[in-house]
Structures are given as C-alpha cells and as structure tokens.
C-alpha cells in the first residue's frame, strides 16, 4: 500500500508540488508567528524580572493583595532566619530584602507624590539588568543618603543629577518624618507608569526612615528562569502558608498576563486560519487528483480491491504528502527563524513602555510540533471527503471513465 501510494504520489510532479508548497507555507507561516510570539513572552517577561520583580517574592500573606496602601502592617521583623532558608536552594543565585514606602518627594519648591523601595544597592544592580540609567549611574554601597528616581519623576520636578531631594513619609507608628537625599541617578524602566512615581534609596535609609527594622519583601533572583515553578513550589512546602506567602514574576506582574493572554488568543486565531488555508489549497488539488483517477480506482475494484482498500490508498498518499510538507516545513522554518533571527526585527515601544526592542524567532520544541501537526492534519481532513466519495461509486461506472 505504502510502496504503491509513493509511486502515485510523484506520478504528477507539477500537482504534488503545487499541494507540497501550500503545506511547506502554512507549517513556515505557523513556526515563524509562534517563535515570534515566544520571543514576545520571553523577552517580557525577563524585563519585568529585570527591573521590578525578581524571580520569586516571599512576603507576609495578604501583602501583594491589600499591602501596598500600608505597608508597615505587613513587615517582616525578622527576616536573616527567612532569607537563609531561601539562600539555601540550590537553584537560587540571590536574595535581596525590599521595604516599601509611599510619600512625597519635594524639591524645595514643589512636591510630587511617589512609591518608592529601600533596596540593597549591590544586590539590586546586579538584578535590575533591564533598567537602563539615563543620567548617574546606579545605587552603591557608599550612597548613604542618594537615591535614584525615574524619569517621569525627574521631569515632574525638574530634577537633576546631584540636585538635593526631600523625602517625606509617614512612619510605622503613624509619625510624620523628613530626611534629606542626593540624586545620583535617573532611571528609566520598561514601564513610563512605574518610572513616574519610583524612588529608590538604600534600605538602611528607608528603615532608619521609617523608624523600623523590618522588611516587606525578600526578592529571589534565580540562576536560571525556568526553575522558577519549582523552586516557588518548594518555598511553598517549606514556609508557613498562614505567615508568609510566595509570589512567583508571573503573578506578581498583572501586565504580563494580560499581555500573554491577547496574544494566545491572536495566535489561536492564526493558526485556525492557516489551518483553513492549507486545507482549501489541499483539498482543490486532492479532488483533482482523485477524481481524475477515478477509472483507476474501479479497475482496482474489479480486480478484487475492496473500496476500504481505495480510501485507504488515497489516505496513504496524503498522509505521505502531509508529513513530507511537514518535515520540509519545519527544516525551512528553522532556517528562516535562524536568518531573521541573525538580523533582528526593529520594535517600536510597546503601549504604556519607555523603550523598543529587538525581536527575535524564538522556536520552540512544542511550536514546531503544532506546526507540523497542522499541516499534516490539514492534508488528512482534507483527503477524506474525497476518498469516502470514490470509494463508493459503482464499480460499473468507475470502469466507464477509462473509456
């Protein structure tokens, strides 16, 4: 069957090329959008890591929820014990401690309302890769009293590097307290809506501000992103859920799922259509096929072929022609992702975001499997009304269109 269906396949080159060059474009369509739209996911998603969330947050329960207005009701008060257990993970690379605060930010002659975090300089340097310093540079362990706001700040109180700074916020107990910063810094972020509110000054500062020792937050940084569900699930096991809860950058970062969600859903669409396009190119030519083969058939039959045996042939010829289309298809798209990929596609900035990027195809093994999927399905499904509909004609008149 298998031997006879090659050989009927390559009878009409011209056809067969025609119906493998309709399957070999939607399986390159299909892999090149899917690894474009990974890439999407992939280079946002290590952004918002980046430069906001780090890998994992461990924090007490019900702070990412109702926390933020107040966060000195949901301090850490002790938290080297905490951090230690979260070192000890060998997946881990870091742990960094975060205090937030919300205030007012003053240049002596105008106020401006902020969110701002107490951070360890060091720590989050090495972490917050995707900032990208517009002025100064970052916070180090020598900036006793410097802080690093963002751009949308500097520009509401047209501040500079160097300029001096008031802070002020109330503390634990409900006290107001001032204190006085140096700018070494502006930074800018993935997000303008983050940049125009954030302030970030050394977290002995912050805790000396706000009259306290404790933390909000301790910020894991991972070595490798893709062991982020385990180690969150390992946290999980190991720490009081009622005491603390543990946030991975998934669920800490509303954006990137939204982001994720449209975009699965633009893709589904693609792939529904691509899926329609192969099949209606595929199916003209197999019903041109078939049908012009159709005195062969019925010299089969009357030879003592069943008509399961005719729809089983032209099944067998498709299927040769779909995974054929496929594999060829996964090969070109490979090549062209490695291509485009090389150069890079030049992106504007995203809705809401300060800065573009450049986008690669980023194929993945599951994309190139629903790729050559739906190609070969699509060369099944489109064979079988065909096959069904020449398998049942009359032997009689089957035998007449050789005449």
């Known amino acids: 069957m298998l031997k006879l269906a090659f050989r009927n396949v390559f009878r009409h080159k011209l056809r ?38 780090g890998h994992i947050q461990v924090s007490r329960a019900g702070f ?23 070192q000890d993970q060998p997946q881990v690379d870091d742990v960094m401690a975060r205090i937030n605060f919300s205030g007012l930010l003053s240049n002596g002659r105008s106020d401006w309302p902020i969110v701002g975090e107490g951070v360890e300089a060091d720590k989050e340097a090495k972490l917050g890769t995707s900032i990208e310093m517009t002025a100064g540079r970052a916070l180090s362990k020598r900036d006793t009293y410097g802080t690093v706001i963002g751009e949308g700040v500097a520009r509401a109180l047209k501040l500079r590097q160097g300029d001096r700074v008031t802070l002020l916020l109330n503390t634990a107990e409900g006290a107001l307290n001032t204190m006085e910063f140096t700018v070494v810094g502006l930074s800018q972020s993935f997000s303008k809506d983050y940049d125009a509110r954030s302030v970030r000054i050394p ?5 000396e501000l706000l009259g306290t020792q404790g933390v909000n937050n301790l910020v894991i940084s991972l070595k490798r992103t893709e062991d982020t569900q385990q180690v969150a699930a390992t946290l999980r096991r190991q720490i009081d859920g009622r005491t603390y809860e543990v946030l991975r950058w998934q669920e800490l970062n509303d954006f990137y799922a939204r982001a994720v969600e449209l975009y699965e859903r633009q893709f589904g669409i693609l792939q529904f259509i691509i899926l329609v396009l ?8 197999v019903n041109m096929s078939v049908f012009e083969r159709v005195g062969e058939f019925g010299t089969m039959m009357a030879l003592g072929n069943r008509s399961g045996a005719v729809f089983r042939l032209v099944l067998a010829e498709n299927a040769l022609l779909g995974l054929s289309g496929g594999l060829l298809g996964v090969v070109i798209g490979l090549m062209l992702a490695w291509a485009i990929s090389a150069i890079g596609i030049p992106m504007p900035p995203p809705p809401g975001s300060n800065f573009g990027y450049t986008a690669q195809i980023r194929v993945l093994p599951g994309t190139l499997l629903m790729a050559f999927c739906v190609g070969v399905s699509a060369t099944l499904l489109a064979a079988l009304f065909p096959a069904r509909r020449v398998s049942r004609i009359p032997v009689a008149k089957a035998l007449l269109q050789n005449y």
């Open 203 to 207: 977290l002995a500062a912050a805790q």
């Open 16 to 53: 067969t090329a025609m119906t493998l060059a309709a399957i070999i474009f939607g399986v390159v369509g299909l892999t090149l959008s899917g690894g474009f739209v990974e890439d999407i996911f992939y280079q946002l998603g290590e952004t918002l890591i980046h430069s906001q969330s």
């Open 64 to 86: 990412q929820a109702s926390g933020r207005r107040s966060p000195e009701k949901f301090l850490i008060d002790r938290p080297d014990s905490l951090r230690k257990l979260l």
């Open 278 to 285: 192969v099949l209606l190119s595929v199916a003209n030519s």
